[in-house]
T-cell receptor
Framework: SQQGEEDPQALSIQEGENATMNCSYKTSINNLQWYRQNSGRGLVHLILIRSNEREKHSGRLRVTLDTSKKSSSLLITASRAADTASYFCAGSEKLVFGKGTKLTVNP | ETGVTQSPTHLIKTRGQQVTLRCSSQSGHNTVSWYQQALGQGPQFIFQYYREEENGRGNFPPRFSGLQFPNYSSELNVNALELDDSALYLC???????????????FGAGSRLTVL
């Protein structure tokens, strides 16, 4: 399935620290996307990385993709309390999501 | 008009009733997907509509049905409501095929359904 599975399920860090979350998937993909969800709201697209890319940056976000391992990671640098949210990954066409990583950034 | 809008934002139904949730896609988007998100879980894919036809479905029973209209707005209908149908229902739209932004979903804020 193109469903992404995020790891860890929960992550708690202090403001200013970096947060790393991982994503694994099972089938070939054309691209992989990361989304963020604030509590009880809709998901917001963060970043898309194509299958022929290995790394991509957007502001404080860094995404890597390893198609041989069918895995991706999302790094948020210099985290802020406002980054507290759940983060989801999904691959390609159907955009099927896993359970997400719940990130808490403590002030 | 930009963005995806959903209505109603909250509603309460009783078991056995029927519900219709509505979604207005982002301007220029021809594809809409519906997701069910139970508390503490990730969004579960219900189905996707492209050019008014269902072109993908998740593991949901036939009592979950949908429509997409020529103006790309959409409805999700759920018959014979069960307690487990209580969830946040999310609508998301995108443009297929597209350019650089292809496949990126734009989500609405969701409709929270409570079944008593």
């Amino acid at each position: 399935s193109q469903q992404g599975e995020e790891d860890p399920q929960a992550l708690s860090i202090q403001e200013g620290e970096n947060a790393t979350m991982n994503c694994s998937y099972k089938t070939s993909i054309n691209n992989l996307q990361w989304y963020r969800q604030n509590s009880g709201r809709g998901l917001v697209h963060l970043i898309l990385i194509r299958s022929n890319e290995r790394e991509k940056h957007s502001g404080r976000l860094r995404v890597t993709l390893d198609t041989s391992k069918k895995s991706s990671s999302l790094l948020i640098t210099a985290s802020r309390a406002a980054d507290t949210a759940s983060y989801f990954c999904a691959g390609s066409e159907k955009l099927v999501f896993g359970k997400g990583t719940k990130l808490t950034v403590n002030p | 008009e930009t963005g995806v809008t959903q209505s109603p934002t909250h509603l309460i139904k009783t078991r056995g009733q029927q519900v219709t949730l509505r979604c207005s896609s982002q301007s220029g988007h021809n594809t809409v997907s519906w997701y069910q998100q139970a508390l503490g879980q990730g969004p579960q894919f219900i189905f996707q509509y492209y050019r008014e036809e269902e072109n993908g479905r998740g593991n949901f029973p036939p009592r979950f049905s949908g429509l997409q209209f020529p103006n790309y707005s959409s409805e999700l209908n759920v018959n014979a409501l069960e307690l487990d149908d209580s969830a946040l229902y999310l609508c998301a739209s995108r443009q297929i095929p597209g350019g650089t932004g292809a496949n990126v979903l734009t989500f609405g804020a969701g409709s929270r359904l409570t079944v008593l």
